[in-house]
């Protein structure tokens, strides 16, 4: 399957610093991304549509002022944590659809933010 | 957000045994995806459904979408120790670039 893959795996901060995360489709062109939030033992969250070229489309509740989400090419979306807080502390995923079969939707491995 | 109705939530089972689980929606999807996810890492796609009916198997696994295209499940045959993780069914109800819905997942532990 299409391989997508994220950076860095695991980061630590300090509240009130600011977080970027990577997310890249290795062998496909993903022309969406979806980023995704995940509690301990709880299924996924959406948290926005990042979609190349255009502005992303966030979920309700989701601040777009704090996490920025930028799709400048068909294989690259970064979600930014600005400011981050303690409560931001999750595993982050991104996911792509694979451009050929767009039904198919594939995961990164996931960042896991711990906030200080 | 919508979520899809998705059992059992954990199961319990010894080494060798088959192991089913699934998936109900309110409303028709025209696509069923089922996933793994082990511990601090990222979904893992296992089967892809697209077609109301279709039955696709990918080794020990096989999964199917329901003729309702409301439902799908997941079976795993024979299930070995490295089965151990969590299930995740999600559906899609068009093509363009709505985003997937998930089940809560189910939690699967092998015995051995």
């Known amino acids: 399957g299409a391989v997508v893959s994220q950076h860095p795996s695991w980061v630590i901060c300090k509240s009130g610093t600011s977080v970027k995360i990577e997310c890249r489709s290795l062998?496909?062109?993903?022309?969406?991304m979806f980023w995704y939030r995940q509690f301990p033992k709880q299924s996924l969250m959406l948290m926005a549509t990042?979609?190349?070229?255009?502005?992303?489309?966030?979920e309700q509740g989701v601040e777009k002022d704090k996490f920025l989400i930028n799709h400048a090419s068909l294989t690259l979306s970064t979600l930014t944590v600005t400011s981050a807080h303690p409560e931001d502390s999750s595993f982050y995923i991104c996911?792509?659809?694979?451009?050929?079969?767009?039904?198919?939707?594939?995961f990164g491995p996931g960042t896991r933010l711990t906030v200080l | 957000g919508q979520q899809l109705n998705q059992s059992p939530q954990s199961m319990f089972i010894q080494e060798g045994e088959d192991v089913s689980m699934n998936c109900t929606s309110s409303?028709?999807?025209?696509?069923w995806l089922w996933y793994k996810q082990d511990p601090g890492e990222g979904p893992v796609l296992l089967i892809a459904l697209y077609k109301a009916g279709e039955l696709t198997s990918n080794g020990r696994l096989t999964a199917q979408f329901g003729i309702t295209r409301k439902d799908s499940f997941l079976n795993i045959s024979a299930s070995i120790p490295s089965d151990v993780g969590i299930y995740f069914c999600?559906?899609?109800?068009?093509?363009?670039?709505?985003?997937?819905?998930f089940g809560k997942g189910t939690r699967l532990s092998v015995i051995a």
């Open positions: 409303s028709i999807f025209n696509t």
């Open positions: 999600a559906g899609r109800s068009n093509s363009g670039n709505t985003p997937l819905v």
């Open positions: 996911s792509a659809r694979d451009f050929p079969n767009p039904r198919t939707q594939y």
């Open positions: 990042s979609n190349e070229g255009s502005k992303a489309t966030y």
């Open positions: 062998d496909f062109q993903a022309t969406t």
